[in-house]
């Protein structure tokens, strides 16, 4: 079986507070170190009133001190919205810290909407076109090669590991060209995953840091001891997607039996699509519906993810996952 590895949003639950999401965080990310899963990874996300993981390097900070082992890392940090100087000082610190442990996933969205990311560039001037440009910048800090005749302190010799993220053929492309690994985030936008992964291993070239493709996928998973339970789990998410796809994010809501059923067609439509790439259920169905997503897209590693209300069930969810991964690689 792939390797597996968890994305937290960092959640906050309507009722709680950022402190609250935080500590949930890193207490979730010790929990996924003892079963085994092999990173834990945030991402950058912008006002948002139910996503805590803003100051993405700062949360890093916070869940590498509360773990030991597994690697932690941005999933991604949007490098639009800030000067590739930065990040490499940001992540040549944590690399610092924590050294061997350090992720740097890249992406080129904005994690948020125009009105947030004006906000924070001060100009939309920039060009999210010029993300290969900002990629090679950031790599060149990291070497100290003098292209840029500016030393980053922290950030010279420092070796997080890079990869491109993605939801279109464009990170698949820029992954390949530069040899890096790809993670694409088919657990919110799976659309073009196939083709994506097809784009990336056919156009590989290797590159000092990977010698052949390398590839991750998201996967959402509710997992619980009975299927009610699992369903009822997911409804949670299920209300935020909705939510955000209508205009009106919020806070994690409790979660609320029926839920799907009381959206009609059009909404369960919505959420069959965005979410198509999940699985919902007890052990046995998430043993099966992992390893017929590795079948489908022949992915190194799975980068599972899910916003679960209540923290027990979470990490409870997380413990199923693992159980289903080892018995799904003790028949393979």
């Not at 198509?276 to 590693?301: H, K, Y």
């Amino acid at each position: 079986m792939t390797q597996l590895s968890f994305l937290d949003l960092v959640p906050v639950v309507e009722g709680g507070t950022v402190r609250e999401a935080l500590d949930r965080s890193a207490d979730l990310a010790a929990h996924a170190e003892s079963l085994g899963f092999g990173r834990f990874w945030v991402a950058e996300h912008h006002g948002m009133t139910g996503i805590a993981s803003a100051a993405t390097a700062v949360v890093l900070a916070h869940i590498a001190a509360a773990t030991r082992t597994i690697r932690v890392g941005a999933g991604g940090i949007m490098l639009p919205n800030h000067a590739p100087l930065v990040i490499a000082e940001q992540f040549g610190t944590l690399d610092a810290l924590h050294p061997g442990r350090i992720d740097l996933g890249l992406g080129r969205a904005p994690g948020s909407d125009q009105r947030v990311a004006r906000a924070m560039r001060r100009t939309l001037t920039s060009d999210a076109n010029a993300f290969p440009q900002d990629v090679l910048e950031l790599q060149s800090y990291f070497a100290d090669d003098g292209q840029t005749g500016i030393t980053a302190t922290p950030g010279a010799g420092a070796t997080p590991e890079l990869w491109i993220l993605g939801s279109s053929l464009f990170g698949a492309q820029v992954a390949a060209a530069f040899g890096l690994p790809y993670a694409f985030a088919s657990h919110f936008a799976p659309d073009a995953l196939d083709q994506a992964l097809a784009v990336y291993r056919r156009d590989f070239r290797p590159s000092a840091q990977l010698g052949k493709p390398y590839a991750m996928a998201g996967f959402n998973v509710f997992a619980a001891d009975t299927a009610a339970e699992a369903e009822l789990l997911a409804s949670s998410q299920q209300q935020s997607f909705i939510a955000l796809r209508t205009g009106d994010p919020r806070q994690l809501p409790p979660p609320v039996s029926g839920y799907r059923a009381s959206l009609g067609a059009q909404g369960a439509a919505m959420l069959d699509q965005v979410l198509s790439c999940s699985s919902i259920g007890t052990r046995d169905t998430v043993a099966n519906d992992l390893a017929a997503f590795v079948r489908r897209t022949d992915v190194d590693e799975v980068m599972v993810t899910s916003a679960i209300y209540d923290h027990a069930a979470r990490k409870r969810s997380l413990t199923i996952t693992a159980e289903a991964v080892r018995e799904v690689a003790a028949v393979a």
